[in-house]
């Protein structure tokens, strides 16, 4: 099932009677989210990326704008009568009833052709559990379980009544760490073999970039880009997405483009053609350094992190707009902290630049 | 816990409240035992010196033998039994109502809680008029004119009038207006219970129903109920132990005759069992019904919290 939004736009009118200020929550969002598909909403809070997964759901009305699943038009639909499965952030599961109880829930509301005997019933609530590895605390209350196994429930009772669409509110953000790495491999899982078309929300960049077909960027209700993970990550379309994007987070500078050469403060990094003499803001990936005695991006070493395999080189740099430039590079370079200066070649696909003016990515061609 | 050279800080602090209790709550509770079981126990006579009062059972025996007292604990009872689940259902019922509903949800809220706030005395004189006939009758022409707004509503719509109240009445309409009385008079606090148990109850799960298309009986009984069972059973509890003290109510309908003009009396329950036997100086007789009643109380309350132990999800 795929998933059209079209304008989709809610307004959440102001609380304070006095002042007639408007939250726009979801700004004219376009999308069509392919079938079978796993889909991260990724944002700050307050981007507007749960608003957008509610009202999917039906449990919020759109302002304006069109949702259709399929072909269906299910603006006007309710919740009820949209066959989605949601999980909750923090799972919604019924305290009073048993694992097994809250996956026959949803099976025990069906009516007309749709109705199951007793025993389908609980083969399929078997087999939901199976699918989400849960089978063996069927008899259990949720207070008996932890985060993650609630989790799991909460996924198996969202996915027992076969819904078109699965929507997940934040699944990860109740769990520990280990859970968490555990739990989206688990998501990923789930959704590979049951082909249900998957959104899911998260503030959490790396979570949705390592299970998403595709992720949406949100920032204050607009959308900022659409793509596979790695293609965002790659070719950000703005400062706020390459920001938002990656750990460690970019590295930015103040810069200005001046006939034909890229200046980071006085250093002249990289001669590129096709934009004009501005200044600008330049962003470069962690990942994007060259250890390199002619380098032509001097920066003060303060400390180095050894990872193993790779070295993290904390320095610093008079135009750097974040407190320290934090490089990755490998760990056969010696840096010696001490000599005061390292010197950096910079990859030309890791330098982004940004107009200081609107923040959006400037397009240039390497000479 | 207080530190020992702390400790008689604590007890002059308590010290007034403890007082108190000990005059009017402590003494009062085991003057109560001590007077039930010394025989026909009365303080007019216990002037001349408690001595003369034979240790035993004996009030027990007697309150048991009385005809009056078979008919207060029937009363006493019925009125339990029937009004406490109707209220509390009631309650359930218009507390959900109440809390979907955004407009005019105050003024409702006020309006129910009207019975709370009003005297009974008073409420019940309001129920003896809207109840009432107003007429003769065993005059050679019976002469009945009703003016009580109930009789006046029933024959609006075609129906005869019912005597609910006055001289003659059955006893069933005089347990009826009774239960409407006490049911309405019990709801504003149990809907004030469990109101402000549904507003802590979290939305998700009524989101979580929706996205599960669940119909609303369904969420009622499924959700919302097992959900507020800890606040229904504590309105239950409550709701059959002041059943069990009911009494004002019925001075408030039918006045201190207790009953209809040609049987009064029929309507007295066990408080007003000990009432009497109080104004008539029986001060053992009253002591060992008020023991009774209290263990009847007690039994009932630990048979719902049996009941409880298995129903309610805390």
Redesign the interface.
């Known amino acids: 099932m795929k998933i059209v939004l079209q304008n989709l736009t809610k307004i959440f009118p102001s609380r304070n009677k006095k002042s007639d200020e408007e939250v726009i929550a979801v700004n004219n969002f376009n999308f069509e989210i392919p079938d079978g598909k796993l889909i991260g909403l990724l944002g700050p809070s307050g981007c507007g990326k749960s608003t957008t997964l509610y009202m999917i759901?039906g449990?919020q009305k759109p302002t304006s704008g069109k949702i259709f699943f399929g072909d269906d038009d299910v603006t006007e639909l309710?919740?009820?009568?949209r066959g989605?499965?949601?999980v909750?952030q923090?799972y919604?599961l019924?305290?009073?009833?048993t694992v097994k109880q809250n996956i026959l829930?949803?099976l025990?509301?069906?009516k007309g052709a749709d109705k199951m005997t007793k025993e389908q019933m609980l083969e399929r609530a078997y087999q939901a559990a199976k699918l989400v590895q849960i089978d063996q605390l069927l008899d259990r209350k949720p207070s008996e379980l932890s985060g993650g196994q609630q989790q799991r429930v909460a996924i198996a009772?969202?996915l027992v009544?076969m819904p078109r669409v699965l929507l997940l509110d934040e699944p990860l953000s109740n769990l520990d760490a280990r859970l968490r790495l555990q739990t989206r491999e688990e998501i990923r899982r789930i959704q590979q073999e049951t082909k249900i078309t998957t959104v899911f929300v998260t503030h959490d960049q790396e979570e949705a970039m390592s299970i998403s077909d595709m992720i949406v960027v949100m920032k204050t209700g607009v959308v900022q880009q659409i793509g596979k993970p790695q293609d965002v990550y790659d070719d950000p379309a703005n400062l706020f997405v390459a920001k938002f994007l990656g750990t460690p987070p970019i590295n930015v500078f103040e810069g200005r483009v001046q006939d034909g050469m890229l200046y980071i403060g006085e250093d002249a990094v990289l001669p590129i053609k096709g934009v004009e003499n501005q200044p600008v803001t330049v962003g470069i990936r962690p990942e994007g350094f060259i250890v390199d005695e002619n380098g032509s991006l001097k920066c003060k070493p303060v400390n180095v992190e050894v990872m193993g395999r790779d070295v993290s080189v904390v320095s610093t740099h008079g135009a750097s707009l974040n407190p320290f430039v934090r490089s990755i590079v490998d760990a056969d370079n010696r840096i010696d902290v001490g000599s005061g200066v390292v010197r950096y070649a910079i990859k030309p696909h890791k330098i982004f630049i940004f107009s200081k003016k609107t923040e959006e990515r400037i397009y240039f061609e390497v000479k | 816990m207080v530190e020992s050279k702390q400790q008689w800080k604590a007890w002059i602090y308590l010290a007034p409240a403890i007082a108190l209790l000990l005059v009017f709550t402590v003494w009062p509770i085991i003057n109560t035992v001590r007077m039930a079981f010394l025989e026909d126990y009365s303080i007019a006579l216990a002037s001349g010196g408690e001595a003369s009062f034979r240790f035993g059972v004996g009030n027990f025996v007697k309150v048991a033998e009385y005809q009056d007292f078979v008919t207060c604990l029937k009363n006493t009872v019925l009125l339990c039994v029937i009004t406490v689940p109707i209220s509390t259902l009631l309650a359930l019922l218009v507390a959900v109502a109440l809390n979907n509903i955004k407009p005019l949800r105050k003024t409702l809220q006020t309006i129910f809680f009207l019975p709370y706030v009003t005297n009974s005395i008073a409420i019940g004189m309001v129920f003896a008029a809207m109840f009432n006939i107003v007429g003769s009758l065993g005059t050679r022409r019976p002469l009945i004119q009703t003016v009580g707004i109930v009789n006046n509503v029933i024959e609006f719509f075609g129906g005869s009038y019912v005597n609910w109240i006055n001289n003659g009445s059955g006893y069933w309409a005089n347990m009826f207006v009774l239960i409407i009385y006490i049911v309405w008079n019990a709801l504003p606090f149990k809907i004030l219970i469990l109101l402000g148990g549904l507003q802590s109850v979290?939305k998700?799960?009524y989101?979580?129903a929706?996205?599960?298309?669940?119909?609303r009986w369904?969420v009622l009984w499924?959700?919302t109920v097992?959900?507020l069972?800890p606040m229904i059973a504590y309105v239950v509890i409550t709701g059959f132990i002041g059943g069990f003290k009911e009494y004002t109510s019925i001075v408030g309908i039918f006045g201190e005759s207790l009953g209809p003009a040609h049987a009064p009396g029929r309507l007295n329950t066990m408080v007003g069992f000990i009432y009497d036997a109080l104004a008539q100086h029986h001060q053992g007789r009253a002591s060992a019904a008020a023991l009774i009643l209290f263990g009847i109380i007690l039994l009932v309350t630990l048979v719902n919290l049996q009941v409880s132990k298995k129903r309610v999800?805390y």
């Open positions: 759901s449990l309710s919740t009820e009568n989605i499965g949601l909750f923090n919604a019924y305290p009073h009833m829930f949803p025990q509301n069906l009772r969202a009544k | 979290n998700q799960y989101e979580a929706k996205v599960d298309s669940t119909p369904r499924r959700i097992p959900l069972s999800h």
